[in-house]
């Protein structure tokens, strides 16, 4: 057997379909990219349509099969909507990314019921409502991905994690229930967790050199993350080679989390 085809039994994405949440930007755009190279089919989900048309074009360039559609994920109409969009694109995704998030973290004392329930909306309920769409589907034709995109708050109360760590700790949460749910019919379902990332989600600390620097010294690669950085590891659980790597919450973050 030659490497290329021993390499294509393990991670090649070559038949499948993708539907990734927040995919025109940081992180989801990063694992999209990833997918849509590796052979996946590619539907890009977020609200920003010249973002979505700028991203799925320059893939489109490289002669990747991609789409896009613009969603309100805070609602539950827009959720169901989208996905419905999103298969008349492609079809019934084989994997699922929920990379879509917003990052309001007021102060505790500070945290009001309408942040409390758009952070909810957007970083759990629009996951749970995606995999109930589409999960049960994966099930029945014995192959399906599930990849959440978590926090180091799910884990850790700094930097006011207020609603936005509740959120991702639910989320991984999510991942174990639907992994306990769908994997002995084929559909893993895991969580990625970054460490401190340099993205649009992040700007209100990236405008804090100290601050950057300070979680870039607690890594132990001595750097900040990048979203280049979970292309692998999404390639990786999102292919033929993870179907024993279920329920887990893996960490991508230079070792932040190990100290």
Not at 84 to 89: K, P, Y
Not at 226 to 245: K, M, N, Q, R, T
């Amino acid at each position: 057997m030659s490497t290329h085809s021993y390499l294509s039994e393990l991670f090649s994405l070559d038949g499948r379909t993708a539907l990734v949440t927040g995919g025109s930007s940081g992180i989801g755009r990063a694992i999209a990219t990833a997918l849509a190279r590796a052979g996946a089919r590619t539907v890009l989900m977020a609200r920003g349509k010249e973002e979505l048309a700028a991203t799925a074009d320059a893939l489109t360039a490289e002669g990747c099969q991609v789409g896009w559609v613009s969603a309100d994920l805070s609602t539950r109409p827009g959720v169901h909507a989208a996905a419905e969009e999103a298969v008349a694109l492609v079809g019934e995704p084989d994997i699922l990314v929920n990379s879509a998030g917003i990052n309001l973290r007021p102060p505790m004392d500070e945290l009001d019921e309408e942040v409390w329930d758009r952070t909810m909306a957007v970083n759990l309920t629009a996951p749970y409502l995606l995999g109930r769409r589409f999960g049960p589907g994966m099930a029945e034709r014995g192959y399906g991905r599930i990849i959440h995109i978590s926090s180091q708050q799910a884990h850790r109360a700094f930097v006011r994690s207020g609603a936005y760590g509740v959120s991702k700790g639910g989320l991984e949460s999510l991942a174990r229930s639907q992994a306990e749910a769908w994997s002995s019919a084929g559909v893993t379902c895991n969580t990625l967790v970054p460490g401190f990332v340099l993205t649009r989600l992040n700007a209100r600390l990236a405008g804090d050199p100290a601050t950057v620097d300070a979680l870039a010294a607690r890594t132990m690669v001595g750097r900040n993350g990048l979203p280049e950085d979970f292309a692998s590891a999404a390639v990786f659980l999102a292919g033929p080679g993870s179907g024993y790597v279920t329920g887990q919450s893996i960490f991508v973050d230079g070792g932040f989390s190990v100290h």
